[in-house]
C-alpha cells in the first residue's frame, strides 16, 4: 500500500511527532477565543507531516546519498554532518526537492574527503559530478530498506549523522520512532510513512539556479544546499524493491564511520579540481625554492614563493640571487647566438628564459669540439596540458634545431604519483594514472615538433631500471639533510619523496643512456626555475659519476624560464582552483575567446576617457604579456605595447588588444591540435623506444 509511484502528496498525521510540534499545555488552557482557534488550527497543521510523493522522497535518498558518496563524507558515528530538514517544496512547484547539508567549518574539510569548491568552475563540477552519480545509483537501482526503531536506538547504532536538523534536538528520543531508510552506504532517518518506490528509472537533475555551496576564506560555515527536480524515465512497475523490515538492525560497513570517497564520480571530480591548482602550484611545488635563512619568502614582503604558495609579484632578480644562478646576460647570449644556426628565439630576445648555470662554458667548450645533448621533462599530472605548459617545449624544440643535439624527455609518472598519489580501498593505488597520464602528455610534447631521429622519451616507471647504477651513486652520494633542506622534506614525508630527486638528477648524466647518447656528452637542461634545486643538488654530486675529463665536472647546464602568468594576472593572488585561470590545448576557439574576454586582467583604466589619457600598464596587463610570449613579430609586438601604453592608435584599448591575442592563440592551439589528433598511440610507443640518437 505504502509504494504508489506516481501518488499525489498525503498529508500524514504522525502518532508521535517531533515534541517541538507538539502543543504545550498553555495552549490547552486557552479559552475558546478567535485567536485559541487559529492557534489550534496551527497546532494541528504542525502535527500534520506532509508526505513527499514517492518520486521525490526517493529522489531525495539519491541525492543525498550521491553528496555523501562523492563528497566521501562518513555516513555513520560522529555528528559529521546535518541535513537540513527536507523542505516541503514540491507542494508548489511538482517533482522537486530541497535540502541542505551543513559540513562544520571552513570548507569542509574536517569530514569531507573533497573539500568543498570554492569558484564557481568547481561548483559546476561538482554538480556535475553528483547528477552522473545518481545516475550511477538510480541504475544500480539498489533496495532502499526501511526499518521502524526508536530513535535512540538509532543514534546508538549508527550516529546522529543519520538524522535531521528536525531530529538535532529532541528533548526524549525513545518516544519518537522515525523510520531509517538505507540507500547504499546511506542511512537516512525521516517520519514514518515516507512513501519510498524503487529508485530504478528516476533521474535527477541539480536545480543549479537555485543550488549553493558556502564554502570558502570568510565563511565559517560550510554548507551545500541543492535544489533536484526528478523525472522518472521508466516508473518502476515494482516498487516493491523497498523493503520494510520493522525493527531490523542493518549492518554497516567499518569504512563507513571515515571519511571516503565512495563512488568514481568523487574521485573524478577531486582530481579535476586540483588538476588546475596543481598547474599552478606543482613549479614551486617538492621544491622548497628558496633554501637557506628566510622561510622561503623571496623578494618585497607580500611576495610568497615557497613549496606551498606563489603570490605576489616575483622578483626574478632576487630569485637569481638566492638560488646562486646567473642572469642571461648580453655577452652569454651573444655567444649563443654565435654558436647557435638559428637567430635567437623571442623567448630569449625577451628575456622570459633569463637566467643559467654554465652556459657559457658549455658553449666554450662546444667551440672546442665538444659535444652536448638536452635533457627535459614532464611530470604528468593532468590529460590537458595548458599554454603555460608548453613553454619548456618549445624552447627545447628551438634549441634542438638550433644546435642539431640529441634531446631526451623524461616523463616522471613515478613522481607525480609518489606526490599526488592515491589509495583507495577498494581499487587499491592509482599509479597506472599517471602512467596513462604519461602517454597522453607525450602526444602533447611530440605535436612540439621534434625531431623523431634525434629525440627519445620515456617514461620512469618503465626506464628507470636502466638509469639505475647512476641512481644509486646519487643516493650515495646525498644525505637526507641535503635533500630535505633543499625540498623542505621532513621525517614524515614518504619515503618516495626524499628518493625521488636522484631520479630527476639521473639523465643529467650521459651514462644513463647507454644505447641512446655517447658516453660523457654534456648536458643542457631548458627547465622553468623552479626546477632549479633538483639539478643544484645534481650539480653537487656530479664529479663522482663521471670521469675526470668531463669538461664541467659532470655539471649540467641550465637555462631557466620565468613563469607563465595565469589569465588573472602575475601580481594578484593566483587563482588556484580555478580552470578559467588557464587556456588548455584542449580548448575550443570559442572557449579561448570566453576565457579571455571574461578573465584576462586588464592594465587598461576604468573609463574610455582614461585609457586615453593615461594608457595602460603593461606589465600587469596578461593580454599583453601573453604576446610577449606568444606573438612572434617584435615590431607588431612593439606597436600594441606602444599604442596600448599610451592609448592611442589601433590598440589604444583592451579589446582591441584582447582581440589580437584571441587571433594568435586560436591559431597557436588550433594548429597544436591538428598535429597531436594525428599522432597515435603506437606513435608514442615509437619515440619511447630507446634507439641511438644521431
Ligand atoms: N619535475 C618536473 C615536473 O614536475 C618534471 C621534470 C623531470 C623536469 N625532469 C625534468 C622538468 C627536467 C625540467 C627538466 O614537471
Not at 61 to 76: D, E, M, N, Y
Not at 452 to 477: H, L, Q, R
Not at 652 to 671: H, P, Y
Request: aromatic residues 8%; negative net charge.
Amino acid at each position: 500500500m505504502r509504494f504508489f509511484a506516481t501518488s499525489p502528496p498525503t498529508t500524514h498525521t504522525t502518532m508521535t511527532t517531533d515534541p517541538k510540534q507538539a502543543p504545550s499545555k498553555a495552549e490547552a488552557t486557552l479559552s475558546t477565543s478567535a485567536e485559541a482557534i487559529e492557534e489550534k488550527v496551527k497546532a494541528k497543521k504542525a502535527k500534520a507531516v506532509i508526505q513527499a510523493p514517492p518520486d521525490v522522497a526517493t529522489a531525495y535518498l539519491i541525492v543525498r546519498a550521491a553528496l555523501t558518496s562523492v563528497l566521501g563524507l562518513p555516513v555513520t558515528g560522529g555528528n559529521a554532518c546535518y541535513a537540513s530538514a527536507f523542505q516541503n517544496i514540491f507542494l508548489k512547484e511538482p517533482h522537486t526537492g530541497k535540502f541542505s547539508l551543513s559540513l562544520g567549518k571552513k570548507r569542509g574539510e574536517e569530514f569531507a574527503a573533497v573539500p568543498l569548491p570554492e569558484s564557481s568552475d568547481d561548483t559546476t563540477k561538482l554538480w556535475d559530478a553528483l547528477e552522473s552519480a545518481c545516475t550511477a545509483m538510480a541504475d544500480a537501482a539498489e533496495a532502499i530498506r526501511v526499518t521502524q526503531l526508536p530513535l535512540s536506538s538509532i543514534v546508538q547504532l549508527y550516529g546522529s549523522t543519520a538524522l535531521d536538523s528536525s531530529y538535532s534536538k529532541v528533548k526524549n528520543p525513545d518516544q519518537l520512532n522515525p523510520e531509517l531508510a538505507q540507500l547504499g552506504s546511506l542511512l537516512v532517518a525521516s517520519p514514518p510513512g515516507r512513501p519510498y518506490c524503487s529508485a530504478k528509472g528516476i533521474s535527477v537533475r541539480i536545480d543549479r539556479s537555485q543550488s549553493s555551496v558556502t564554502a570558502g576564506k570568510k565563511s565559517r560555515k560550510a554548507e551545500v544546499t541543492l535544489k533536484f527536480v526528478v523525472s522518472q524515465s521508466q516508473p518502476d512497475p515494482e516498487p516493491s524493491l523497498a523493503q520494510l523490515e520493522n525493527g531490523v538492525v542493518f549492518e554497516v560497513h567499518p569504512s563507513w564511520s571515515m571519511s571516503e570517497i565512495r563512488l568514481d564520480q568523487g574521485h573524478e571530480l577531486k582530481n579535476s579540481m586540483e588538476e588546475v591548482k596543481q598547474d599552478f602550484t606543482a613549479p614551486l611545488e617538492a621544491t622548497n625554492a628558496v633554501p637557506g635563512q628566510d622561510d622561503g619568502a623571496v623578494g618585497d614582503d607580500d611576495m610568497v614563493v615557497n613549496v606551498e604558495s606563489v603570490s605576489g609579484k616575483i622578483d626574478y632578480t632576487r630569485l637569481v640571487r638566492q638560488f646562486g644562478s646567473s642572469i642571461l646576460t648580453e655577452d652569454v647570449l651573444r655567444s649563443f647566438e654565435a654558436a647557435a644556426a638559428l637567430p635567437l628565439h623571442r623567448f630569449l630576445r625577451r628575456s622570459i628564459f633569463f637566467s643559467h648555470r654554465d652556459l657559457h662554458t658549455l658553449l666554450d667548450n662546444l667551440a672546442k669540439g665538444s659535444k652536448f645533448y638536452l635533457y627535459t621533462g614532464r611530470g604528468p599530472s593532468s590529460s590537458a596540458m595548458h599554454l603555460g605548459h608548453l613553454i619548456p617545449f618549445l624552447f627545447t624544440k628551438y634549441l634542438q634545431d638550433a644546435f642539431g643535439v640529441p634531446l631526451v624527455i623524461q616523463m616522471t609518472d613515478d613522481e607525480k604519483f609518489i606526490f599526488k598519489g592515491e589509495y583507495d580501498e577498494e581499487s587499491g593505488y592509482n599509479l597506472e594514472h599517471f602512467q596513462h597520464l604519461t602517454i597522453e602528455n607525450a602526444k602533447d610534447i611530440i605535436a612540439c615538433g621534434f625531431d623523431f631521429n634525434k629525440t627519445f622519451i620515456f617514461s620512469d616507471m618503465d626506464y628507470v631500471g636502466t638509469m639505475y647504477p647512476n641512481i644509486v651513486k646519487i643516493w650515495k652520494a646525498c644525505t637526507v639533510n641535503s635533500v630535505n633542506g633543499c625540498f623542505g622534506f621532513d621525517g614524515s614525508s614518504n619515503s618516495g619523496k626524499i628518493a625521488f630527486p636522484a631520479i630527476q638528477a639521473a639523465p643529467s648524466f650521459a651514462s644513463s643512456f647507454p644505447n641512446v647518447l655517447q658516453a660523457d656528452m654534456l648536458c643542457l637542461i631548458p627547465c622553468a626555475i623552479d626546477q632549479d634545486p633538483y639539478f643544484r643538488l645534481t650539480r653537487d654530486v656530479a664529479h663522482k659519476l663521471v670521469s675526470k675529463s668531463h669538461p664541467l665536472g659532470g655539471k649540467p647546464a641550465l637555462i631557466h624560464s620565468k613563469f607563465f602568468p595565469p589569465l588573472q594576472g602575475a601580481m594578484g593572488k593566483m587563482s588556484s582552483s580555478d580552470e578559467n585561470s588557464a587556456i588548455f590545448l584542449t580548448d575550443t576557439p570559442q572557449v579561448i575567446e570566453r576565457k579571455i574576454k571574461q578573465h584576462a586582467f586588464s592594465g587598461g583604466r576604468e573609463t574610455k576617457e582614461e585609457q586615453r589619457e593615461l594608457g595602460a600598464n603593461l606589465e600587469v596587463d596578461v593580454s599583453y604579456q601573453w604576446l610577449r610570449f606568444f606573438l612572434e613579430d617584435d615590431e607588431e609586438l612593439d606597436q600594441i605595447g606602444k599604442d596600448y601604453a599610451t592609448g592611442s592608435g589601433t590598440y589604444w584599448s583592451t579589446g582591441a588588444v584582447k582581440n589580437r591575442l584571441i587571433e594568435v592563440l586560436k591559431d597557436l592551439v588550433m594548429q597544436h591540435q591538428e598535429r597531436r589528433a594525428k599522432i597515435t598511440d603506437e606513435d608514442v610507443r615509437k619515440w619511447m623506444q630507446p634507439r641511438r640518437l644521431l
